[in-house]
């Protein structure tokens, strides 16, 4: 193997290394607000009218 070979495996791999990272702190983050300003999002287990077509 040359070594541009084995320097291409090599930044694969710490690519691959920073994006599970990345993905494992977005998953275990905790939820921020936005803004003091930003409204809240509806419940989760409220239907939305709009999404079974009925409000058109």
Do not use: H, K
Not at 2 to 18: F, G, K, P, R, W
Not at 24 to 40: C, H, I, K
């Amino acid at each position: 193997m040359d070594i541009i070979s084995q320097l291409q495996e090599l930044v694969y791999t710490i690519v691959a290394l920073a994006f599970n990272n990345f993905g494992t702190f977005q998953r275990d983050a905790p939820t921020v607000r936005l803004s003091p300003n930003y409204p809240e999002p509806p419940p989760a287990n409220q239907p939305n009218p709009m999404e079974d077509g009925e409000g058109c």
